[in-house]
C-alpha cells in the first residue's frame, strides 16, 4: 500500500501538541533511557550528530548540552513538531541546533556526513523501515555509532495505552498508515525485528539492551 506523505504530514502536526505533552508528563523512563543513550553515543565537541525524527528535540537538546560545540541536526516530517523542537531548544539555550524538516526514509544528507546518530521514537510509524535503517547507515562516517530506541512489542504499556488513545480520538487513521487497529502488533519491534533489520542494512555490529519496557539498538558501521 502507497502511503500518503501528505497526509501522513498533517497527521503528524495535528498530534505533536498532544504527543508534546503527554511525554512531558511520562518522562520517568528518560531517567533511565537517556543516561544509557548518551554514555552510549558519546558525542563530542566538533562531531556531527544526527536526531532522526526528532519529534519535540528532547534528544537533540540533552545531546546539545553536553556537546556544545558539537554539529546536530534534528530532521522532522512535521513543520509541527519542528516548530515545538525549536522553542524548546531556545528555552534550553541550545541555539546551535539546526531543525529541518526531512523524511527519516530518504535523509536530505550525503553518504557519510555523521559522527553518531540517535532515532527514539520514530522507526515505529516509518511505513518502510527497512529503507530508513539503510539511509541511517547510509548518512554515518564509517566507525560512526547509530542508537534507535522503540517501545518493546507487548511490553511498554505506556506507549501501547498512547496508541490506542490515538486512535479513539481519530488522530491515527488505519488505512492511512497501512495497517488496521487488529494488527497493532505490526506497529511495534521485537528483539528478534531489531537485529534482523539492523545487521541486514549494512552495519558490522549490533548490540541491544532492554531498558524501562524499551528496546535499544546500538549500531556501528
Do not use: W
Not at 512535521?78 to 527519516?104: T, V
Amino acid at each position: 500500500m502507497t502511503i500518503d506523505k501528505e497526509a501522513t504530514i498533517k497527521c503528524y502536526d495535528a498530534l505533536a501538541p498532544f504527543y508534546t505533552f503527554f511525554r512531558a508528563k511520562t518522562l520517568r523512563s528518560d531517567r533511565e533511557i537517556m543516561p544509557f543513550v548518551l554514555k552510549a553515543l558519546m558525542p563530542a565537541d566538533g562531531e556531527r550528530v544526527l536526531d532522526a525524527g526528532t519529534g519535540p528535540g528532547v534528544y537533540a537538546i540533552k545531546i546539545a548540552g553536553q556537546a556544545r560545540n558539537a554539529d546536530i541536526h534534528a530532521v522532522d516530517l512535521s513543520p509541527a513538531f519542528l516548530k515545538i523542537a525549536r522553542a524548546n531548544a531556545r528555552k534550553a539555550g541550545c541555539g546551535h541546533i539546526r531543525f529541518d524538516q526531512g523524511d527519516i526514509e530518504n535523509l536530505p544528507f550525503e553518504a557519510d556526513r555523521f559522527d553518531k546518530l540517535v532515532c527514539a521514537g520514530a522507526l515505529e510509524a516509518v511505513p518502510n523501515r527497512e529503507k530508513a535503517a539503510r539511509e541511517f547507515h547510509r548518512v554515518l562516517k564509517p566507525g560512526g555509532t547509530a542508537v534507535i530506541i522503540e517501545p518493546d512489542q507487548g511490553r511498554n504499556i505506556r506507549d501501547r495505552a498512547f496508541l490506542f488513545l490515538l486512535y479513539g480520538i481519530g488522530l491515527i487513521r488505519p488505512k492511512m498508515r497501512g495497517f488496521g487497529v487488529t494488527d497493532i502488533k505490526r506497529y511495534y519491534l521485537n528483539k528478534h525485528d531489531f537485529r534482523a533489520l539492523f545487521a541486514g542494512s549494512g552495519f558490522s555490529r549490533v548490540e541491544l539492551y532492554d531498558r524501562r519496557g524499551s528496546i535499544c539498538a546500538v549500531c556501528v558501521k
